[in-house]
C-alpha cells in the first residue's frame, strides 16, 4: 500500500469514528429550555396535543419542566452521548383524560431514555435500542415578566405546599410597569412588585369580593394564596418555574409558565 493510500485510509477512520461518537455533550444539553414536539406511544411517534406544553430543562444533575399538566423533576447522570434519567417526581393536578395520558407517556418514555443527541436547535432522546422515544426544540428561556404564569402549589400557612384544588385556576402575570394582576382562584386581584436582583417584594394585593361555593376549598386557598404572595422575598426562575420563596426560604408559591 502507498503512503498516499494510508493516509486516506486513515483519514477514513478518523472520519468513521467522528461519525460515530456522541451525539453531543453537556454543554449542548444543558441551560436550554427545551419544548417537546413529539413523544413515542403505542410504538409510534405522536405530536404533541395544542395547550399542553411539555417541556425539559436540564440543569447540573436535575432535569425539570412540565409533563403538560404537572410539574415535575428528576436525576439525570451523563456520560458522553450515554445519560440515565431517575424516576420523576411531579405534583398530583389533575387535567382533562388526553392530557394526562400523554403526560403518563412522557414519563414513561423520559425513564426509558439511555442516549441523546443534540442537532442544532433539535435534541432527540432515545432508547438503550437506539429508537426514537422524545424529540424537543429549543426554545427561548422566559423571564419573570410578561409571562403568565399558572400556580401549581400553595403554602397553606401550616408550613405545607399543597397542590392548587382540583377545577380551580391561579394565575399571575408580572407587567412591565411594575404591577402584577391575576385569578386567585375565585376573584381577581392586582397589586405592586418590585424587584432587586433575584429579591422581590409584592403587594399590597386588592381582590374582588365574590364568594365561590365550588370547587370545595377554592376560598380557603384563595386566601392562602393572597397571603402566600405578599411573605414572598425571593424569586427563582428555572426555565418554565416559578418558585416565590419567604425569608425563611420555605417554598410560598410555585408556578409553571402557560
Given amino acids: 500500500m502507498t503512503r498516499r493510500a494510508v493516509v486516506l485510509l486513515l483519514a ?23 419544548k417537546m414536539t413529539s413523544y413515542a406511544t403505542g410504538g409510534e411517534m405522536a405530536d404533541v396535543l395544542p395547550d399542553a406544553d411539555v417541556t425539559a430543562a436540564f ?38 383524560q388526553p392530557v394526562m395520558e400523554q403526560e403518563q407517556a412522557f414519563f414513561a418514555a423520559l425513564s426509558a431514555v439511555g442516549e441523546y443527541r443534540v442537532t442544532g436547535t433539535e435534541l432527540t432522546l432515545l432508547d438503550e435500542h437506539g429508537g426514537e422515544v422524545l424529540r424537543f426544540e429549543a426554545t427561548e428561556p422566559l423571564a419573570l415578566e410578561g409571562t403568565t404564569w399558572i ?82 422575598t425571593v424569586y427563582e426562575l428555572a426555565e418554565d418555574l416559578l418558585t416565590l420563596r419567604g425569608a425563611d426560604g420555605a417554598a410560598q408559591v410555585t408556578f409553571v409558565a402557560e
Fill in 59 to 96: 440543569d447540573g444533575g436535575t432535569v425539570s419542566g412540565s409533563g403538560g399538566c404537572n410539574s415535575y423533576s428528576a436525576a439525570y447522570v451523563t456520560e458522553g452521548s450515554a445519560i440515565e434519567i431517575g424516576p420523576a417526581a411531579a405534583t398530583l393536578m389533575a387535567c382533562p
Fill in 12 to 34: 477514513a477512520v478518523a472520519l468513521a469514528l467522528i461519525a460515530c461518537s456522541d451525539g453531543g455533550t453537556a454543554s449542548d444539553l444543558e441551560d436550554v429550555r427545551w
Fill in 151 to 232: 400556580a401549581t402549589g400553595v403554602n397553606n400557612g401550616r408550613e405545607a405546599v399543597v397542590s392548587v384544588v382540583q377545577g380551580s385556576e391561579v394565575t399571575a402575570l408580572f407587567g412591565g410597569a411594575g404591577e402584577v394582576s391575576g385569578s386567585a382562584g375565585c376573584n381577581s386581584y392586582s397589586g405592586s412588585f418590585e424587584v432587586d436582583g433575584d429579591s422581590i417584594s409584592i403587594g399590597p394585593l386588592a381582590a374582588t369580593e365574590m364568594f365561590c361555593e365550588e370547587p370545595e376549598g377554592v376560598m380557603e386557598q384563595e386566601q392562602a394564596f393572597l397571603a402566600a404572595m405578599q411573605n414572598a
